[in-house]
């Protein structure tokens, strides 16, 4: 790994990804600085979700190698043999990831309080009082106060939807992952998501961000990918790639999208 990698947040060097005969990755390198907002955007199958899934070690990789927070993840190196993690390895290495997906995936059986406190405090161990405090925090951050003792079921897709990055958020991830987090949404409850997203972005948490949303991209990204058939096709600040793309793939996705 190169000294710029080593302070990275996310090093992937030639990653792939098979799923039988197709390459949802084909040799897919990135680094993710500390603070970035990496915005990914391309066709529906081009390998977005693959990527993030493969970061999250949510699926296993098959060439090539993903440093998460200066850990290689899934590996050990011992001597120059790699040794697969056990699975409770794994799940300390997921810590440092958290992700929010195109559906709000929260528990309905729990209050939107219940919801945010139970990582922290099944898994962190963290005590029960001090878990309650910090997520209040959190309420208040996505602007949800009021909704604490609400469950899912009683909110909008959009107000769900900030309780999934609260709750993710409650981990305290180094990194957070975020997968179309708008596209289940009716159109008047977006503004609202991309709205706490870009408070977090503000504060300086490291983001990688499957969107389609080219407008929140154009403003919020360090830097956007454009993936097509598992490769990235085109990378560079947001302003080159969406408005001035170098490559035809990256002019027809975006004038098709737009
Ligand atoms: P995107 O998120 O860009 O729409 P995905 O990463 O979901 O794309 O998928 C990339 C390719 O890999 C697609 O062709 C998809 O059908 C395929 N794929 C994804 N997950 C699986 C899986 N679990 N099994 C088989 N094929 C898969
Ligand atoms: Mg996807």
């Given at each position: ?38 915005c990914i955007i391309g066709p529906s199958g081009s390998g977005k979700s693959t990527l993030l899934r493969c970061i ?97 079921i009683e909110l909008s897709g959009g107000q769900q939807q900030r309780i999934a990055i609260a709750r993710a958020l ?89």
């Amino acid at each position: 790994m190169s000294a710029a990698a080593k302070d990275a947040i996310v090093t992937a060097a030639n990653v792939t990804k098979r799923f039988g005969e197709l390459r949802a990755l084909n040799d897919v390198s990135l680094t993710i600085a500390p603070g970035a907002v990496q915005c990914i955007i391309g066709p529906s199958g081009s390998g977005k979700s693959t990527l993030l899934r493969c970061i999250n070690q949510l699926e296993k990789i098959d060439q090539g190698a993903i440093w998460v927070d200066g850990e290689l993840i899934g590996y050990r190196i011992k001597g120059d043999e790699l040794h697969e993690l056990s699975d409770a390895e794994i799940a300390r290495q997921r810590l440092a990831t958290g992700m929010v997906f195109q559906r709000f995936n929260l528990f309905n059986h729990m209050t939107v309080l219940e919801n945010i406190i139970e990582g922290p405090v099944t898994v962190l161990k963290r005590p029960r009082q001090e878990a309650v405090a910090e997520a209040e925090k959190l309420l208040a951050r996505v602007g949800l106060s009021e909704k604490r003792n609400s469950y899912p079921i009683e909110l909008s897709g959009g107000q769900q939807q900030r309780i999934a990055i609260a709750r993710a958020l409650a981990m305290k991830p180094k990194l957070m992952l975020f997968d179309e987090p708008t596209s289940a949404l009716d159109p008047e409850l977006v503004g609202e998501v991309l709205a706490v997203m870009r408070d977090l972005a503000a504060s300086g948490m490291t983001m990688i961000v499957v969107t389609h949303e080219l407008g929140f991209a154009r403003e919020v990204a360090s830097d956007v990918i454009f993936m097509d058939k598992g490769e990235i096709v085109e990378r560079g600040h947001p302003q080159q790639v969406l408005v001035a793309p170098q490559q035809a793939r990256t002019r027809d996705f975006i004038a098709a999208v737009l």
